[in-house]
């Protein structure tokens, strides 16, 4: 099917939540993917950080392959093999206690953090969650609720009761937001949507802190940055690398867990793995065998070559070639920012190429590194994101930077 006939299609017949880029993608190998109009484009995006080993890998499809001949679904009314060697899994990388439960997406494993927070401070009254600006937790409504961004609320009031959002890495107004309805706090360790913002080391410290003084659920939404983009599994770890005591009370995942299939999860410490109890939360495709399995491949994978320190050292290397393109252009980019591959490029304001069209310049740069052969992800008003899978190759990289180079030297021109 031609290009064309495959957006019309689409924009025919699906609901049309997202304004998509006219880019049509048939198939991919590795960290490249092939449009229908025969291009061939370099993806630093991997489907907003979920592909994490790219596209085609041949061991995922040998794993899904082999289980779906077995066994795809059976409901967790009964129990599988899959689904408890990956739980036991997530809760050794989460640091050897607690237990895990499975869903489907990020926003579903939010709401669960939102369940547990509200079940546990049910008898106190203590159901209300403190999140911050700029954040981003998914698209149900109490996702939206949580959600520190305007334009994701718009028309969709009354929102859900019980969230406020404060500036984040602002401990002061964080403590002074805390009421005594006040049950958790949820962050996310870095930012992504908003343009990537790192925590520091002494926001979460000093958010554990308020928690433990305030008797309040530290959360951390880990469904981006976590998952070894970092160098760690969680992103959290990255950050805390200097403070073996730190930890959450509870963390989300979801997008590269299980490479690109549909799995969303949260890890939940000792004191309150068993809130959620019997009939309290559930949802039909949690931890399906078909999707453990290739979570299970992916994480063997991961470990097996490196691909956590590979992501700290391709990570600083783009980095580094980043900074260097600033200094050789100022004019039109302003800053980098990141850990391991989740990287995040800041415009300049007022380039003057992007001044005719009302669209954000993080748009318009997305768009333009397409032209050039390349996927990348806008965020916010003048960010474009690096989210690529963790196996990319240092000469992909050097080809992705080699890309952005030429663009950027064009806008300056
Ligand atoms: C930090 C964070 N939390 C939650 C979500 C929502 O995840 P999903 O789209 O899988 O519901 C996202 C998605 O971008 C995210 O970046």
């Given at each position: 099917m031609s290009d064309s006939g495959i957006q019309q299609r689409i924009d025919t017949?699906?609901?049309?939540t997202y304004g998509r880029f006219p880019v049509a993608i048939t198939h991919g190998e590795g960290c490249h993917v092939h449009t229908a109009d025969g291009r061939r484009l370099l993806d630093l995006g991997s489907g907003i950080a979920t592909a994490c080993l790219g596209h085609g890998h041949p061991e995922l499809a040998a794993a899904l392959t082999e289980q779906a001949s077995k066994l795809t679904h059976v409901s967790n009314l009964y129990y599988t093999e899959p689904q408890g060697l990956l739980a036991e899994k997530l809760v050794a990388l989460a640091g050897g206690s607690g237990k895990v439960f499975f869903c489907n997406s990020g926003a579903e494993a939010n709401e669960a953090l939102y369940k547990l927070t509200r079940l546990r401070g049910h008898e106190e009254g203590k159901f209300e969650i403190l999140t911050t600006q700029g954040s981003f937790h998914g698209r149900t409504l109490a996702g939206i609720a949580a959600t520190g961004q305007q334009k994701v609320k718009e028309g969709f009031a009354p929102a859900v009761e019980g969230f406020r959002q404060v500036p984040y890495g602002d401990l002061k107004t964080t403590r002074e937001a805390i009421t005594p309805a006040t049950g958790a706090i949820l962050v996310e360790p870095i930012q992504g949507e908003s343009g990537i913002h790192c925590a520091t080391p002494e926001y979460l410290l000093g958010l554990r802190e308020l928690c433990d003084e305030r008797n309040l659920l530290l959360l951390?939404?880990?469904?981006?940055?976590?998952?070894?983009?970092?160098?760690?599994?969680?992103?959290w770890q990255t950050i805390m690398a200097n403070h073996p005591d730190f930890a959450p009370d509870a963390c989300s995942m979801a997008k590269s867990l299980a490479a690109g299939l549909p799995m969303g999860a949260i890890w939940a410490s000792e004191p309150l793995q068993d809130v959620l109890g019997p009939g309290t939360h559930g949802t039909t495709?949690?931890?399906?065998p078909l999707v453990c399995v290739h979570a299970l491949k992916t994480l063997e994978i991961i470990e097996r070559d490196g691909l956590a320190k590979h992501a700290v050292s391709l990570g600083s290397h783009l980095v580094q070639q980043i900074q260097n393109l600033i200094a050789a252009h100022p004019a039109i980019l302003k800053e980098v920012r990141g850990l391991g591959l989740m990287i995040g490029i800041e415009l300049t304001e007022d380039i003057p190429a992007f001044?005719?069209?009302?669209?954000p310049a993080s748009v318009q740069i997305v768009e333009r590194l397409h032209d050039a052969g390349l996927l990348t992800i806008p965020a916010g008003a003048r960010v474009f994101r690096l989210l690529p899978p963790l196996n990319l190759s240092q000469s992909d990289a050097d080809e992705g930077l080699a890309i952005i180079e030429g663009v950027i030297k064009e806008l300056a021109s």
């Open positions: 017949h699906v609901i049309p951390l939404d880990e469904v981006q940055c976590g998952h070894f983009r970092t160098g760690n599994f969680f992103g495709f949690g931890g399906t001044a005719e069209s009302k669209r």
